[in-house]
C-alpha cells in the first residue's frame, strides 16, 4: 500500500510540476491579452453607458440612438453585404487555385508567390486601383481603344470608384489581396490527406471529380472552418482600402462601419463609437460561436 501511496505522490508531483510550466508558459500571453484586450473592452463596454464628455450615465439611450441612426443602418448593410459576397468568393477561387497546385512539385515555391499581395503596402494597392479605374484610367483607356478599333462604342470616362461599381472594385482588392493565404492554408489541407486514400479511391473507379467531392473535400472541414473564420474576420479590416480610395465620405455602396466609426472618432462622438463596437464585437463573437457550433455537430 505504501508502495501505491508513493508511486501516486510521484504521479501527483509531476502533474502538478507540469501544470506550473503551463501556466508559466501561458502567463506572458494571458497577461498581454488582459491588458491590452480585455481591460480596454471593459472600458469600451463602461462607455457605451454613458455620455462622450462628462460621462453621466445614461442607461441604453446611446444603444437606442446609433439603432436609429440611418448611418449606421446603412454601414451595417454595405458591410454584412460585403462580407456575404466576399467570403464565399474567396474561399472557392482559393480551393479552386490550390488544388491543380497541389499536384505540382513545385508548389512551396508557387504559393510563396500569391502571399506577395500581402507584403504590398496598402498605400501602393490603392494607387494601382486608383490608376486602373478612375475616369482616365487604365481600364477606360483599354475599353476606350477597343471602342474605336471596332466601332462599336466611343470615350469612355466612367468614374467607377464614385458610382455602384465601387462596391466591385472594393470586392477584387479584397479577392486580390486575401486569396494568398487562403490558397497556403487550402494547400496545407490537401497535402494532409494520406495519399492512400486517394490511390484507394481511384482502385476502386474513383474519377477526379468522384475523388475532389467524396475523398478531398470531407478531408477539408477543418481547412474550411479556419479560412472562413480568417475570412470573415478580415472582411471587417477592409476600411483601409476604402477610406484611402474614396474618403471619409465615399460611395454610399463602399460606406461601411469603419467609416461610420472614423466619422464619429473625428466628430468626437465616442458614447455612440462605444456602443456601436459592443454591438459589431457582440456580433462577431455570436457569428463565431454559430460557426464552431455547426462545426463540431459536422464533426460528430
Same mark, same amino acid.
Given at each position: 500500500?505504501?508502495?501505491?501511496?508513493?508511486?501516486?505522490?510521484?504521479?501527483?508531483?509531476?502533474?502538478?510540476?507540469?501544470?506550473?510550466?503551463?501556466?508559466?508558459?501561458?502567463?506572458?500571453?494571458?497577461?498581454?491579452?488582459?491588458?491590452?484586450?480585455?481591460?480596454?473592452?471593459?472600458?469600451?463596454?463602461?462607455?457605451?453607458?454613458?455620455?462622450?464628455?462628462?460621462?453621466?450615465?445614461?442607461?441604453?439611450?446611446?444603444?437606442?440612438?446609433?439603432?436609429?441612426?440611418?448611418?449606421?443602418?446603412?454601414?451595417?448593410?454595405?458591410?454584412?453585404?460585403?462580407?456575404?459576397?466576399?467570403?464565399?468568393?474567396?474561399?472557392?477561387?482559393?480551393?479552386?487555385?490550390?488544388?491543380? #497546385? @497541389?499536384? /505540382?512539385? $513545385?508548389?512551396?515555391?508557387?504559393?510563396?508567390? %500569391? =502571399?506577395?499581395?500581402?507584403?504590398? !503596402?496598402?498605400?501602393?494597392?490603392?494607387?494601382?486601383?486608383?490608376?486602373?479605374?478612375?475616369?482616365?484610367?487604365?481600364?477606360?483607356?483599354?475599353?476606350?481603344?477597343?471602342?474605336?478599333?471596332?466601332?462599336?462604342?466611343?470615350?469612355?470616362?466612367?468614374?467607377?470608384?464614385?458610382?455602384?461599381?465601387?462596391?466591385?472594385?472594393?470586392?477584387?482588392?479584397?479577392?486580390?489581396?486575401?486569396?494568398?493565404?487562403?490558397?497556403?492554408?487550402?494547400?496545407?489541407?490537401?497535402?494532409?490527406?494520406?495519399?492512400?486514400?486517394?490511390?484507394?479511391?481511384?482502385?476502386?473507379?474513383?474519377?477526379?471529380?468522384?475523388?475532389?467531392?467524396?475523398?478531398?473535400?470531407?478531408?477539408?472541414?477543418?481547412?474550411?472552418?479556419?479560412?472562413?473564420? #480568417? @475570412?470573415? /474576420?478580415? $472582411?471587417?479590416?477592409?476600411?483601409?482600402?476604402? %477610406? =484611402?480610395?474614396?474618403?471619409?465620405? !465615399?460611395?454610399?455602396?463602399?460606406?461601411?462601419?469603419?467609416?461610420?466609426?472614423?466619422?464619429?472618432?473625428?466628430?468626437?462622438?465616442?458614447?455612440?463609437?462605444?456602443?456601436?463596437?459592443?454591438?459589431?464585437?457582440?456580433?462577431?463573437?455570436?457569428?463565431?460561436?454559430?460557426?464552431?457550433?455547426?462545426?463540431?455537430?459536422?464533426?460528430?
Amino acid at each position: 500500500i505504501m508502495v501505491g501511496d508513493g508511486m501516486f505522490f510521484l504521479k501527483n508531483k509531476k502533474r502538478n510540476k507540469e501544470n506550473r510550466a503551463f501556466f508559466l508558459f501561458l502567463a506572458p500571453s494571458l497577461l498581454g491579452v488582459v491588458i491590452f484586450v480585455v481591460l480596454p473592452f471593459l472600458d469600451v463596454f463602461k462607455r457605451s453607458f454613458t455620455t462622450a464628455v462628462t460621462g453621466q450615465f445614461r442607461g441604453i439611450e446611446n444603444y437606442k440612438i446609433i439603432f436609429t441612426n440611418q448611418a449606421f443602418h446603412l454601414a451595417v448593410k454595405n458591410t454584412l453585404y460585403f462580407t456575404a459576397v466576399c467570403i464565399p468568393l474567396l474561399v472557392i477561387t482559393g480551393f479552386l487555385i490550390a488544388l491543380p #497546385l @497541389s499536384r /505540382l512539385k $513545385s508548389a512551396g515555391t508557387i504559393k510563396s508567390l %500569391y =502571399l506577395f499581395p500581402l507584403a504590398m !503596402p496598402v498605400a501602393t494597392i490603392v494607387m494601382v486601383w486608383k490608376m486602373l479605374f478612375y475616369k482616365q484610367g487604365i481600364f477606360n483607356l483599354a475599353l476606350t481603344s477597343l471602342g474605336e478599333w471596332t466601332g462599336l462604342w466611343g470615350e469612355i470616362h466612367t468614374d467607377y470608384l464614385g458610382t455602384g461599381a465601387a462596391f466591385w472594385v472594393l470586392v477584387c482588392s479584397y479577392i486580390w489581396k486575401n486569396t494568398g493565404y487562403t490558397i497556403v492554408l487550402w494547400l496545407a489541407g490537401i497535402l494532409g490527406i494520406p495519399t492512400e486514400i486517394l490511390d484507394a479511391a481511384r482502385v476502386d473507379g474513383a474519377g477526379n471529380f468522384q475523388r475532389v467531392w467524396y475523398v478531398v473535400l470531407p478531408n477539408l472541414k477543418g481547412s474550411l472552418y479556419t479560412i472562413v473564420i #480568417l @475570412s470573415f /474576420l478580415n $472582411s471587417f479590416k477592409i476600411y483601409r482600402e476604402a %477610406y =484611402l480610395v474614396a474618403g471619409s465620405y !465615399p460611395h454610399q455602396s463602399i460606406y461601411l462601419l469603419q467609416h461610420l466609426f472614423n466619422n464619429w472618432f473625428v466628430n468626437l462622438e465616442f458614447d455612440k463609437m462605444a456602443a456601436a463596437a459592443i454591438c459589431t464585437g457582440g456580433f462577431l463573437f455570436v457569428v463565431i460561436i454559430l460557426l464552431q457550433r455547426v462545426w463540431d455537430k459536422n464533426e460528430v
